[in-house]
């Protein structure tokens, strides 16, 4: 049966079934195909996307207006200093004054009420690019990423080693939908969220996958077929770094770790990488990193979503 998913907003992956996440990763495949056989899918003629940004960001916002380009859209970079949320108009009235402009709001921020605000008040469909708590767009690039590298995603061994922040909340969240196994190691006063690790595994259960968190990097990474890692420290802590850098020294994804792991295991990172820190040059430029590929799928996904969704 054909998946509807026109008007729907990406807020975190729990909120979206097994189908829908199948339905975009299947699209994805397809444009990704026509887009290297150098055919054009202006699927997205006339409309627009308002993107956001209270954060930086070179993969979100370079691959969704050049998605948004290649699907014969428009995209709006929004920076910190170009609305009125600056000098105090609220995020509600945000939403509903671009709602009445464009076809769709992306949007990269701080706090994740930010985005439950917008989707409550937006009358078109929120993505989120990025909060505190979640990454769902890189979620749906990865799991695309790792079908392309291991042909399935059910029963996937996924091991994420480091800070339990929103890649970590994330890619439990993603997951659990397709039935991997999600295995996170994190020093304890780190680990994810305890009602974001529950919520994850029930969804697991219901699609036969499972989730655990773990303070041993190497109980996590025995027969991995997927190692990830993220940044100690994620924008907006940047005053925690030397802190953080003492706490996960010993969560350091490198040669050694990674020889724990199966012998074909790829390893992903969101990226942006602190070379040195969460992950040495040797691995992250290693022929078992699929980094770039994983960096690459972002426009792809990007382009499924705004294709089912606007
Ligand atoms: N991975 C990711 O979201 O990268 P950017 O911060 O560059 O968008
Ligand atoms: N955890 C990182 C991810 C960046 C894509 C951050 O939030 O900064």
């Not at 397709?178 to 304890?188: E, N």
């Not at 990474?221 to 907006?236: E, F």
């Not at 590929?293 to 426009?299: G, K, P, T, V, W």
Request: aromatic content about 6%; proline content about 4%; glycine content about 6%.
């Amino acid at each position: 049966m054909a998946v509807t998913m026109k008007g729907k907003h990406l807020i975190d992956l729990h909120r979206w079934t097994t189908e829908e996440i199948e339905e975009v990763l299947k699209t994805a495949e397809t444009l990704k195909l026509e887009k290297k056989r150098g055919q054009e899918h202006p699927i997205l003629k006339g409309k627009t996307l308002a993107m956001i940004f209270q954060k930086p960001s070179t993969r979100t916002r370079v691959s969704f207006e050049v998605g948004m380009y290649q699907l014969g859209g428009y995209a709006l970079y929004l920076g910190p200093n170009d609305l009125q949320l600056r000098r105090g108009e609220t995020i509600a009235d945000t939403a509903r004054v671009i709602s009445r402009y464009c076809d769709g709001i992306m949007a990269r921020v701080f706090s994740h009420n930010d985005i439950l605000d917008l989707a409550q008040n937006a009358t078109v469909p929120v993505i989120n690019g990025l909060s505190d708590l979640f990454h769902p767009t890189q979620v749906l690039a990865d799991l695309l990423t790792i079908m392309e590298k291991k042909g399935h995603l059910k029963g996937i061994k996924l091991a994420f080693v480091g800070d339990g922040n929103n890649m970590a909340n994330s890619l439990m969240f993603g997951g659990a939908k397709v039935g991997m196994h999600v295995v996170v190691a994190s020093p304890k006063e780190y680990f994810p969220r305890e009602d974001i690790v529950s919520v994850a595994k029930a969804d697991a259960k219901l699609a036969g996958g499972s989730i655990a968190v773990v303070e041993d990097p190497v109980e996590a990474v025995r027969d991995a077929d997927v190692i990830y890692t993220d940044v100690w420290a994620s924008m907006g802590q940047e005053a925690e770094a030397e802190r953080r850098r003492k706490a996960f020294k010993s969560y350091q994804v490198n040669s050694n770790l990674v020889k724990l792991a199966k012998p074909d295991a790829i390893i992903m990172h969101c990226l942006p990488a602190h070379r040195g820190e969460e992950i040495t040059s040797e691995v992250i430029d290693s022929p078992q990193s699929v980094v770039f590929d994983e960096a690459e799928n972002r426009l792809h996904a990007h382009k499924a979503i705004l294709s089912l969704l606007l």
